[in-house]
């Protein structure tokens, strides 16, 4: 069965400084894995997406993620951070028929 | 803009009532699920529904089940609320147009159990 890892529950980092959120995927099929971002007190929306073509895919409010089928993974990242970017982020994989199967999150925590 | 509504923002009740959970969107979706989020356990899928009265178990049925009477109405129903459901609940839809599809989210129903 399709499942991700999100190995780090809180990744604290300071304003503009670098940060990656790691996501591991299982699979045995084609993987279709996504990004979402809970911001306080909302739902999720979607950051970004990877179906197939380019490993290195570009998302909303400046993050990408990188596809690596040989490691299992879909690693996020943002070369600099604002305090806005404070959120929980949820990696997912399509599972089929239209169901997502989620992470268990990680929280971004970023402070001045 | 596209929505997917949730009818409470915050919801107290108590053991043993039963409980309803209304979403609606209004982008035509024929996908509809709900899912529960939990601090470290992320979401976890209840009930999903892909067309009018049909609708299929998740991870984690028991204790609930769902209606969809209206293509754009999709209800979780907690039939005797018990203290273990206190949670945020999710309601989310997504078309069925393949697996590039964004799944649109409600702004969650804080459910507390008392």
């Known amino acids: 069965a399709q499942s991700v890892t999100q190995l780090d529950s809180q990744v604290p980092v300071f304003e503009e400084a670098p940060v990656e959120l790691r996501c591991n995927y299982s699979s045995s099929v084609s993987v279709y894995l996504f990004w979402y971002v809970q911001y306080p007190n909302q739902g999720l929306q979607l950051l970004l997406k990877y179906l197939s073509g380019s490993t290195l895919v570009k998302g909303i409010n400046g993050f990408e993620a990188e596809f690596n089928k040989s490691q299992t993974s879909f690693h996020l990242r943002k070369p600099s951070v604002h305090i806005s970017d404070t959120a929980e982020y949820f990696c997912a994989v399509d599972r089929g028929f239209q169901k997502l199967v989620f992470g268990t999150g990680t929280r971004l925590l970023v402070s001045p | 803009d596209v929505k997917v509504t949730q009818s409470s923002r915050y919801l107290v009740k108590r053991t043993g009532e039963k409980v309803f959970l209304e979403c609606v969107q209004d982008?035509?979706?024929?996908?509809m699920f709900w899912y529960r989020q939990d601090p470290g356990l992320g979401l976890r899928l209840i009930y999903f529904s892909y067309d009018v009265k049909m609708k299929e178990k998740g991870d984690i049925p028991e204790g609930y089940s769902v209606s969809r009477e209206k293509k754009e109405r999709f209800s979780l129903i907690l039939e005797s609320a018990s203290t273990n459901q206190t949670s945020m609940y999710l309601c989310?839809?997504?078309?069925?147009?393949?697996?590039?599809?964004?799944?649109?989210f409600g702004q969650g129903t804080r459910l507390t159990v008392v």
């Open positions: 989310a839809s997504r078309a069925s147009l393949g697996p590039n599809t964004e799944a649109f």
């Open positions: 982008m035509d979706h024929e996908n």
